[in-house]
């Protein structure tokens, strides 16, 4: 009976490191870096929807939802995230080392829900 609740509390712990610890270097940027042509790529990971509420200039959308199946396959190594949380990026960190990219940072554009109001725009301050 031990050895199941050891099983169980394994399970939950790599569930938590997994999703809520961030992944080692990876640094949160104040401002969104320009993409540069066949060297950095800046990845939306955010829903389609907040995507278009706050759009970043030069962003490639894929959602998080969508990231293991239809990650674009010809991205330069350099890659700059854009979630609306930490725990996407370090969901989408880990998946895309997983890949073989480097994630150089992230910047968090927060979109509030119905209730709170508009969503702020995603501009050069983060969160």
């Avoid at 870096?33 to 490639?60: C, M, T």
């Avoid at 989408?92 to 997983?98: G, V």
């Avoid at 725009?121 to 983060?126: L, R, Y």
Wanted: with cysteine; proline share 8%.
């Amino acid at each position: 009976m031990t050895f199941v609740y050891l099983v169980i509390l394994l399970i939950a712990v790599i569930f938590v490191y997994q999703r809520y610890f961030p992944p080692a270097k990876v640094d949160i940027l104040n401002k969104i870096p320009e993409a540069v042509e066949g060297r950095r790529w800046i990845l939306d990971i955010r829903e389609y929807q907040d995507a278009e509420k706050s759009p970043i200039k030069g962003a490639f959308n894929v959602p998080l939802a969508y990231l293991n199946r239809h990650y674009p396959k010809e991205m330069p190594q350099e890659v700059v995230i854009v979630a609306n949380d930490r725990v996407e990026v370090n969901l989408s960190c880990k998946l895309l080392s997983k890949k073989g990219y480097h994630v150089s940072g992230y910047h968090l554009c927060p979109v509030k829900n119905k209730y709170q109001g508009s969503p702020e725009p995603c501009v050069e301050k983060s969160c």
